[in-house]
């Protein structure tokens, strides 16, 4: 098994208004090649400054962070980010924006535009290529940057609530078109949410966060196969998953001990 992320003991301490705030306390996590992997906890129990520092956006206060077994000093393209806001220029069309990274690596604008294209099918957007990001609804939005992302086929994709500005039914549907891609190309994914269910709908396995100080409080297999269906989001095996981690989340345990992962397998 590959590892793609580790990290090592990692704490996080801001420098604010207010004087130091630790947002991260002695974290550990290894996440391996191809894992689906979600991030679940109450605001401020430092979800974002954990991916930001997988994303190289930050540095750790003590620890270290490791992708693919190389420290992270920075951002790099082997780590596509995906936020809640779309993040497309609003003057590019939807091809060009995914076409936009390639430009970066320097791939010649045939190849460019063919890869652009491909990825915008994969993500249903194939007939909306020269729509400029104001024509598309928040989904397919959220779509062209997914597909943004992917097409410039980095070893690791970090989404900070990719889909908290999507109405309830988009979202779900958003869901099983992630999915459906990340089956295809199965690429490493972090990825944050606040909503329980879709925290065990996408994942394999679930890192329930807690604060004061940020620290990983529990870690929760899903042993549910893919693709998955609207039948397992209903059934007794997934309510009781979704049970636990909402415990987790609603009722952190009160002693801020960290829980190393090898402690919870
Ligand atoms: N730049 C900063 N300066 C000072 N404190 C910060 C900074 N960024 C985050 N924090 C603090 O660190 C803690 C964790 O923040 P973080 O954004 O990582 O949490 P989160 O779990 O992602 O929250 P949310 O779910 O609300 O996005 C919070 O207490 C926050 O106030």
Known sequence: MDTVISIRSVSK???SSRGPVTSLSQVDLDVAQGEF???????GCG???LLNLVAGLLRPTTGEVLVNGEPVEGPGPDRGVIF???ALFPWLTALQNV????????????????????????????????????????????????????AVHPSLLLMDEPFGALDALTRVQMQDDLLA????????VL?????????????????VMSPGPGRISDVIDVPLAYPRTEEMRLSPEFAEIRGRVWRGVHHPPAVATPVSEGALK
């Open 13 to 15: 301490t801001y420098e």
């Open 37 to 43: 992997v979600t991030l679940v906890g109450p605001s």
């Open 47 to 49: 979800k974002s400054t």
């Open 84 to 86: 809640q806001q779309y």
């Open 99 to 150: 076409e936009f990274g390639l430009r970066l690596q320097g791939l010649k604008k045939k190849e460019r535009r063919e890869r652009a294209q491909r990825y915008l099918e994969l993500v249903g957007l194939g007939a909306f290529g020269s729509s400029l990001p104001k024509e598309l609804s928040g989904g397919m939005k959220q779509r062209c940057a997914i597909a943004r992302a992917y």
């Open 181 to 188: 891609t990340w089956q295809q190309e199965r690429r490493t």
């Open 191 to 207: 990825f944050i949410t606040h909503d329980v269910d879709e925290a065990v709908y996408l994942a394999g396995r679930v890192i």
